[in-house]
């Protein structure tokens, strides 16, 4: 079966420019969560869907960044303009999602973006 | 948010030696998991805990929901060098729209030959 999965897996940008991050959660999940990772601040949740609703954007660092789920299969991160403190690891992951119930999550092999 | 505490922060062992790292909370969660992180991947599941109490292991690893299921623990016996990687324990609460998950800080495992 084929994981979640994400695009592009590397991204080098110029500060100013725009970046899209894409996601492909498993399918038949119903809930999908962006996450970002440095060593400074570990695993930050940014946002997470539920049946494709925004549920919880409290950890989206500012306007500059917007997350998107059109449909079941597909998500989108963007950040515009992007800086150069953007630069981390993104990662999509995707859980069955079922309201109530016990739940396990399933993560992406990541975006790696600089913005110099 | 919710922050699970993980300790250690990190580990240097001899090859052969088991391990053993931990996380508490606050508050109580419904699922315990365990992921694994390899230098340049994303984090891949090792162990899921549904039940308190329960006690499950994957080839050397074996890990238990605590009883309060405020906490969980994950053991490697005779530990490898291929084990090396940042170890994360996650909480899952559920909630009325969608389930929420909550990561530890991590635990950085170095394996000496």
């Known amino acids: 079966d084929a994981g979640v999965i994400q695009s592009p897996r590397h991204e080098v940008t110029e500060m100013g420019q725009e970046v899209t991050l894409r996601c492909k959660p498993i399918s038949g999940h119903n809930s999908l969560f962006w996450y970002r990772q440095t060593m400074m601040r570990g695993l930050e949740l940014l946002i997470y869907f539920n049946n494709n609703v925004p549920i919880d954007d409290s950890g989206m660092p500012e306007d500059r960044f917007s997350a998107k789920m059109p449909n079941a299969s597909f998500s989108t991160l963007k950040i515009q303009p992007s800086e150069p403190r953007d630069s981390a690891v993104y990662f999509c992951?995707?859980?069955?999602?079922?309201?109530?119930?016990?739940?396990?999550?399933?993560f992406g092999p990541g975006t790696r973006l600089t913005v110099l | 948010g919710q922050q699970l505490n993980q300790s250690p922060q990190s580990m240097f062992i001899q090859e052969g030696e088991d391990v053993s790292m931990n996380c508490t909370s606050s508050?109580?969660?419904?699922?315990w998991l365990w992921y694994k992180q390899d230098p340049g991947e994303g984090p891949v599941l090792l162990i899921a805990l549904y039940k308190a109490g329960e006690l499950t292991s994957n080839g050397r690893l074996t890990a238990q929901f605590g009883i309060t299921r405020k906490d969980s623990f994950l053991n490697i016996s005779a530990s490898i060098p291929s084990d090396v990687g940042i170890y994360f324990c996650a909480g899952q609460l559920l909630l009325s729209t969608g389930n929420q998950f909550y990561f530890g800080t991590g635990t950085s495992l170095t394996v000496i030959p």
């Open positions: 508050s109580i969660f419904n699922t």
């Open positions: 992951a995707s859980s069955l999602g079922v309201a109530g119930e016990t739940d396990t999550q399933y």
